[in-house]
Each structure stands twice: as C-alpha cells, then as structure tokens.
C-alpha cells in the first residue's frame, strides 16, 4: 500500500562507459609499449585531425603505428555511437572522459607509523624575536582519507 512514483532505469554515465572500452581495449595488447600505444590513440583530438593523419606523427615502429590506428579507430567509433544516445536526450557529461596515462600515477606502498614526526632545537631568535631553522625532509609514502 506504500505509493510511490516509479523509479526510472538507472544508466552508467557515458565517460564511463568509454573509459570501461577503453581499458578494455588497451588490455587487448599484451606488452606495455603496444598498450601505451593504444592509450594514446584513444585519447581526446581537440584538433579533430583523423586517425590516419594523427599516425603519421609516431616515431615508432609499424606495431605501434597498428596499434595506435586500431584503437584510434575503435573509439572514434564508440564515441560517434555514444553520440547517438546523446542525441536522443540523455543527459551526459564528457568531464570524465579521458583516461589517466598509466605512468601518471603513482602508487605508494609504505605507510610507517610516525614517519613525520621529528623534535629540532631552534637556535635563540635572530630577526624580530623568531627562531627559524631550514630543513631538507623526503616524504615518504603516506594515505590520506
């Protein structure tokens, strides 16, 4: 007896769906090199120049070349069908579409304790009553939340 509207069916937004394609895709080549190539023939083209042009820009070899081309192609495509859908009326957001370059991040892997917290004796105040002391500290791995 609860009245209720009905709720529409939910749907993924559309950078992510891409960005599930493209991972997808880029994880098709099997060496790093091949799938960095096919990163960056997925990535955005603000000058709107076509695959085949934007290839005759790499230096490297012809597997790369295919690469790039296979995957450029690949999301032209899935970007001109997801473009249907927008056409339509759905609402989407293209904030998130570009995937992050995999030697972009960084992952960290220590987290000791109390690694920041150190005691350092200031010398008696030099200018205006105010101690100052310059030290060189690396900062190790740390979480934030």
């Not at 880029?26 to 960095?36: Q, V």
């Not at 990163?39 to 597997?63: H, T, V």
């Not at 960290?108 to 010398?123: A, C, G, H």
């Not at 205006?128 to 690396?138: A, D, E, Q, R």
Request: aromatic share 6%; with cysteine.
């Amino acid at each position: 007896s609860d009245l209720a509207c009905p709720k529409p069916a939910t749907r993924r937004r559309r950078s992510v769906q891409l960005m599930e394609n493209r991972m997808g895709k880029a994880g098709e080549y099997p060496s790093k090199e091949l799938r960095k190539c096919c990163e960056d023939g997925m990535r955005e083209n603000p000058m709107q120049y076509p695959c085949q042009r934007r290839a005759q820009f790499i230096l490297q070899d012809k597997a790369c070349v295919d690469a790039f081309l296979d995957c450029c192609n690949y999301i032209t495509q899935q970007r001109l069908e997801h473009s249907r859908d927008s056409d339509l009326g759905l609402a989407r957001s293209d904030l998130d579409e570009e995937i992050i370059p995999e030697e972009d991040i960084i992952s960290r892997s220590q987290f000791p304790e109390s690694w920041l917290w150190t005691i350092e004796e200031l010398k008696d105040p030099e200018k205006n009553g105010i101690s100052s002391k310059t030290i060189k500290v690396f900062l190790r791995d740390s979480t934030t939340t």
